[in-house]
C-alpha cells in the first residue's frame, strides 16, 4: 500500500495548511453517501437557527476527521456548500445591525460562522492535498484541483471578511493559507486558468480564478476594513472583484520601499503600506502594484461626481442610495490616495477621558445638557412675523414637533486613552463596553476626566478592533477643539422641507483643518442645500459648498453664511405649518 507520508515527503512544494493528519483519519461511522447526506440536511432543525448550524457543523467536521475516497469526499463537500451558504447568510443577517461590541447572543452567531467557514475550507484543503499528490495530468483532475484550491479560498477570505465586519481581529492562520495557496499556484501556472463555481457569493462577467480570489481579499485588506463603516466591508468586497485583473503582485526581486504596498508570503499577515516610520523585515516580500487600481477607481468616482453635480445643478436630486455609494467611493478613495504617512507623531499619554457618541449626544453636552426647542424658538424670533390668528395654532404645532427632542438622555462614559498627537487618540474600554455601543464614523465629543470644566472637543472614530469579548480598542480623529450646539432644517436643495436636526456649527477658529463647517446628519443633505441654522437666539442662512467628510453618521460641509434669505425661500418657510 502506498504511504501517504512517503507521497507528502517528495512533494516539497506541497502547500502547508492546517489539515487533520491523515494516519489520525478514521473510518467514517456512518459511511455517508450523498444521499443520505440530503436526507440528514432536510431533516435539520432550521427554526432554530443556532442548533442547525451547530448539528451542522458537527457533521462537517466528522466528515474532515474520516477516511473517504476523494471523489466521494468531493460529491459530499459540494452537496454541504449550498446549505452552507444559506447557514452563513442567515448569521450574516441575525450581525447585520448587531451593536458594536457584540453581546453573547451575536458573538455566539459570529463564532458559529467562523466555524462554518473554517470547517468548510479544511474540508477543500484535504481535497487539495489529495489531488496534489495524486499528480494526474488529465484535465478533469486537473480542473478539480483548481477548483478545489479556489473554493478553499473563498472560505478562507469569507472567514476574514466576516472578522472585519464586526470588527474582530483576522483569524490566526488564514492569512499564511492563503498566501501558501496562492504560491502553489502561481508556480504551477495555475493562477489565470478558468474554472466553474456553482455558488458564486458574486457575479463577474468574466472567469472565476485563483488568481481573483487571491487578489480581491488583498484588495480589501488594503483597503483598511477597520476604518470601514458598519457593514460596509461586505459592499467593497464585490466592488473590488471587478478590479482583480488590473492589480498586479510583482515578482519577489526587489525589496519594496518606502511608499509601496507589499505582502510577506511567508507570514500570516495580510497587505501592507511600507511606512518609513514602522520597522518591516519581511521573509519573502512582494510588492503589489495598485496604480491601475486607483486608476479604475478614479474613473469610477470622478463619474459618479460629475452625475452628482450635473443632477444639482439642473435642480434636481440624488437618491439616499446614490449619494451614500458616492460617500463609500470617496472614503475608499481617501484610504488608497490620502496621506498613510503619520504626520503628527503619537506620545504615550494615558488617562481616562469621559467620551459620548453621537452626533445628538454631542450637541446635547456641549449645550450643556439645555432643552432642544427649536421649533419654539424659530416661533418666538419670529413672532412679529406671524398672524396674531395663528399664533395659537402655530403654538401648538411647535409644542408638538419639540416633543420629538424631549427626555431624551445621553450617556457619558469613561475611556481609557493610551497615546495621543494633535490630531488623534487611541483609546480602549475594558469593561462594561456592551453598555456603551460605538460605530465607526460616529461623532464624539471628549474631554478629561479630571478637568471637568474643559470644553468638549469633537472627533470621529477612524477605526475600531474588538480585541477580546467586552474589550474595544478605537482611534480618534479629532475635528475640533469646542464646536456651537445648533438646530438646521433644509430650505433649498436635497433636504428641503425637513424638521429640525441637531448639528453643530465648527467655526475657523477652533478647526483643526482651518476652516470653518458644519457637522449634520448623514446623507439629509447636499452640495448647494440652503439650510435655516437655529442658535435660540438668531436665525440665519448658509449654503452648503463643499462635502469635507461623510460617514453612515454625519456629514461634513464647508458653508457660506447668506447675507439674506434665499429669494426662492417659500413664504411660509418660517412660519409653523
Request: hydrophobic letters at 40%; charged letters at 25%.
Amino acid at each position: 500500500m502506498h504511504d501517504p507520508r512517503s507521497a507528502e515527503a517528495d512533494r516539497p512544494d506541497l502547500p502547508s495548511l492546517r489539515i487533520p493528519p491523515h494516519e489520525e483519519a478514521h473510518r467514517p461511522k456512518p459511511h455517508l453517501r450523498v444521499r443520505d447526506l440530503r436526507q440528514w440536511l432536510q431533516g435539520l432543525p432550521r427554526a432554530d437557527l443556532p442548533r442547525a448550524v451547530e448539528a451542522f457543523n458537527a457533521r462537517l467536521e466528522a466528515i474532515n476527521n474520516a477516511r473517504y475516497p476523494l471523489h466521494e469526499r468531493i460529491q459530499l463537500m459540494d452537496t454541504l456548500r449550498h446549505p452552507a451558504r444559506q447557514f452563513l447568510l442567515s448569521l450574516k443577517q441575525q450581525l447585520k445591525k448587531a451593536p458594536i461590541p457584540l453581546g453573547h447572543r451575536d458573538r455566539d452567531a459570529f463564532h458559529l460562522a467562523q466555524r462554518l467557514l473554517s470547517e468548510m475550507a479544511v474540508g477543500y484543503k484535504i481535497i487539495t492535498r489529495e489531488l496534489i499528490l495524486r499528480d494526474s495530468r488529465k484535465e478533469h483532475d486537473e480542473l478539480q484541483l483548481r477548483e478545489a484550491i479556489y473554493v478553499s479560498m473563498q472560505y478562507l477570505s469569507r472567514q476574514l471578511v466576516e472578522a472585519y465586519l464586526v470588527y474582530a481581529p483576522e483569524p490566526a492562520g488564514v492569512w499564511h493559507e492563503l498566501h501558501q495557496l496562492y504560491q502553489y499556484a502561481e508556480d504551477h501556472a495555475l493562477l489565470i486558468l478558468p474554472l466553474d463555481d456553482p455558488y458564486p457569493d458574486f457575479s463577474l462577467p468574466g472567469h472565476y480564478t485563483i488568481d481573483l480570489a487571491y487578489k480581491r481579499i488583498l484588495l480589501l485588506a488594503l483597503a483598511e476594513p477597520y476604518h470601514m463603516m458598519h457593514g460596509e466591508a461586505d459592499d467593497i468586497y464585490y466592488l473590488l472583484s471587478a478590479w482583480t485583473g488590473v492589480c498586479h503582485i510583482l515578482p519577489g526581486m526587489n525589496a519594496p520601499a518606502a511608499g509601496e504596498y507589499a505582502v510577506d508570503m511567508a507570514s500570516d499577515r495580510g497587505p501592507r503600506y511600507v511606512a518609513e516610520d514602522l520597522p518591516w523585515e519581511p521573509q519573502q516580500a512582494r510588492i503589489i502594484d495598485l496604480d491601475e487600481v486607483k486608476q479604475r477607481l478614479d474613473v469610477h468616482l470622478q463619474r459618479m461626481l460629475r452625475s452628482s453635480l450635473e443632477t444639482i445643478d439642473h435642480d434636481g436630486q440624488q437618491s439616499l442610495i446614490e449619494r451614500r455609494q458616492r460617500d463609500m467611493l470617496l472614503r475608499l478613495a481617501e484610504a488608497w490616495h490620502g496621506d498613510l504617512q503619520r504626520r503628527t507623531p503619537r506620545q504615550p499619554d494615558a488617562r481616562q477621558v469621559r467620551m459620548t457618541t453621537g452626533l445628538s449626544a454631542a450637541h446635547y453636552h456641549l449645550s450643556g445638557g439645555a432643552e432642544f426647542t427649536p421649533a419654539l424658538d424659530e416661533l418666538r424670533l419670529r413672532f412679529n412675523e406671524i398672524e396674531p390668528t395663528v399664533f395659537a395654532t402655530a403654538y401648538e404645532q411647535a409644542m408638538e414637533k419639540d416633543e420629538y427632542h424631549a427626555n431624551r438622555h445621553y450617556n457619558v462614559r469613561p475611556w481609557w486613552q493610551h497615546n495621543a498627537s494633535e490630531r488623534g487618540a487611541a483609546l480602549t474600554c475594558n469593561a462594561d463596553c456592551d453598555r456603551g455601543h460605538v460605530t465607526v464614523g460616529e461623532v464624539v465629543a471628549f474631554r478629561d476626566t479630571d478637568r471637568p470644566e474643559a470644553r468638549w472637543q469633537i472627533g470621529v472614530i477612524r477605526w475600531m478592533r474588538a480585541v477580546a469579548e467586552n474589550s474595544l480598542e478605537m482611534g480618534i480623529m479629532k475635528l475640533a477643539a469646542s464646536a456651537v450646539p445648533v438646530g438646521v432644517k433644509g430650505v433649498g436643495g436635497a433636504g428641503k422641507g425637513t424638521e429640525y436636526f441637531r448639528s453643530l456649527l465648527i467655526p475657523k477658529q477652533v478647526s483643526l483643518y482651518q476652516t470653518r463647517s458644519i457637522l449634520v446628519p448623514s446623507a439629509v443633505y447636499d452640495v448647494h442645500s440652503t439650510l435655516l441654522v437655529n442658535m435660540k437666539q438668531r436665525i440665519f442662512y448658509i449654503r452648503l459648498l463643499s462635502l469635507q467628510r461623510a460617514t453612515n453618521a454625519f456629514s461634513q460641509f464647508t458653508f457660506e453664511v447668506l447675507e439674506q434669505p434665499p429669494l426662492d425661500l417659500d413664504d411660509d418657510a418660517f412660519v409653523i405649518d
